[in-house]
C-alpha cells in the first residue's frame, strides 16, 4: 500500500496526475486542430488566388496589356505586306526573340526586336539595297523589323513555304537546317517539329508556333 501511495505521489508530482494529462492532450488537440485550419486555409486562399489569375489571364484586355503586347505593330504590318510575310508570325517571331524589348541584346551579340546579327544585318542591306545602312542603327526598330521581315520571307522562299523550316533556320542557321533534311530525309513538307534535333531549335520553334496563333486570335490578323 504504501508503494502504490508513493507512485500515485511521484506520477502527480512529475505528471500532474491523470486530470493533468487529460489536459495536456486537450491542448495539444486544439493546436493541432488551429494548424490543419490554418494550413486549410492558407490553402483555399492560394488556390483562390490562383483560380482569379487564371481568369483574369484569359481576359483579352489583359492578354494583350501583359501577355501579348503589340507595339510596332504599325511597322510589322507595313513591311509583312512589302514582304509578302504573315504579320502574326513575324510578331511572334519578334515576341519570341526579344519580347518587343528594343534593347535586347543576345550572349552571341544579335540585336534588337528582331535579333538580328551586325554581319548578316549588313549583308540584308546589301540585298535590299540600303544606302543608309549603319552598325549603330541595327537597333533602330523600323531598320530592325525591316531587314528581320525580309530575311524571314527570304528564308520562307528558301525553304518552300514551310513554316517549321524557316524557324528552325532562323534561330539555327540555313546551314543546319540543309544539313538536318540530307542526314534525317526531312522534305519540304516536314512538320514534326519534335524531330528537330537542337533542344534550343525546337523550343524556339514550338513557341514561335504557339504565339503565332494568340496574335492571329487576339488582333484578327
Given at each position: 500500500m504504501q508503494l502504490t501511495y508513493a507512485i500515485d505521489e511521484y506520477e502527480d508530482l512529475y505528471f500532474g496526475g491523470s486530470n493533468m494529462t487529460d489536459d495536456l492532450?486537450?491542448?495539444?488537440?486544439?493546436?493541432?486542430?488551429?494548424?490543419?485550419?490554418?494550413?486549410?486555409?492558407v490553402g483555399l486562399a492560394i488556390m483562390i488566388v490562383s483560380f482569379a489569375a487564371y481568369f483574369l489571364s484569359q481576359t483579352?484586355?489583359?492578354?494583350?496589356?501583359?501577355?501579348?503586347?503589340?507595339?510596332?505593330?504599325?511597322?510589322?504590318?507595313?513591311?509583312?505586306?512589302?514582304?509578302?510575310?504573315?504579320?502574326?508570325?513575324?510578331?511572334?517571331?519578334?515576341?519570341?526573340?526579344?519580347?518587343?524589348?528594343?534593347?535586347?541584346?543576345?550572349?552571341?551579340?544579335?540585336?534588337?526586336?528582331?535579333?538580328l546579327m551586325p554581319d548578316t544585318a549588313k549583308w540584308i542591306s546589301g540585298q535590299i539595297e540600303d544606302d543608309n545602312f549603319s552598325f549603330d542603327n541595327i537597333g533602330d526598330p523600323?531598320?530592325?523589323?525591316?531587314?528581320?521581315t525580309w530575311y524571314l520571307s527570304t528564308l520562307m522562299r528558301e525553304f518552300e513555304g514551310n513554316e517549321v523550316?524557316?524557324?528552325?533556320?532562323?534561330?539555327?542557321?540555313?546551314?543546319?537546317?540543309?544539313?538536318?533534311?540530307?542526314?534525317?530525309?526531312?522534305?519540304?513538307?516536314?512538320?514534326?517539329?519534335?524531330?528537330?534535333?537542337?533542344?534550343?531549335?525546337?523550343?524556339?520553334?514550338?513557341?514561335?508556333?504557339?504565339?503565332k496563333i494568340k496574335y492571329k486570335a487576339l488582333y484578327a490578323q
Open positions: 492532450q486537450k491542448r495539444l488537440q486544439q493546436r493541432q486542430t488551429v494548424r490543419l485550419q490554418a494550413a486549410f486555409m483579352e484586355d489583359v492578354q494583350k496589356s501583359y501577355l501579348y503586347p503589340y507595339p510596332y505593330k504599325e511597322t510589322v504590318t507595313k513591311y509583312s505586306n512589302k514582304y509578302g510575310m504573315d504579320s502574326a508570325l513575324v510578331a511572334a517571331v519578334i515576341k519570341t526573340e526579344s519580347r518587343f524589348e528594343l534593347d535586347a541584346k543576345s550572349h552571341r551579340g544579335a540585336l534588337g526586336l528582331m535579333q523600323d531598320v530592325n523589323i525591316c531587314y528581320g523550316l524557316s524557324l528552325a533556320a532562323y534561330n539555327a542557321g540555313i546551314g543546319n537546317v540543309k544539313s538536318w533534311m540530307i542526314e534525317y530525309g526531312w522534305t519540304y513538307d516536314f512538320r514534326d517539329v519534335n524531330a528537330i534535333p537542337f533542344g534550343e531549335t525546337r523550343e524556339y520553334v514550338k513557341s514561335v508556333l504557339r504565339t
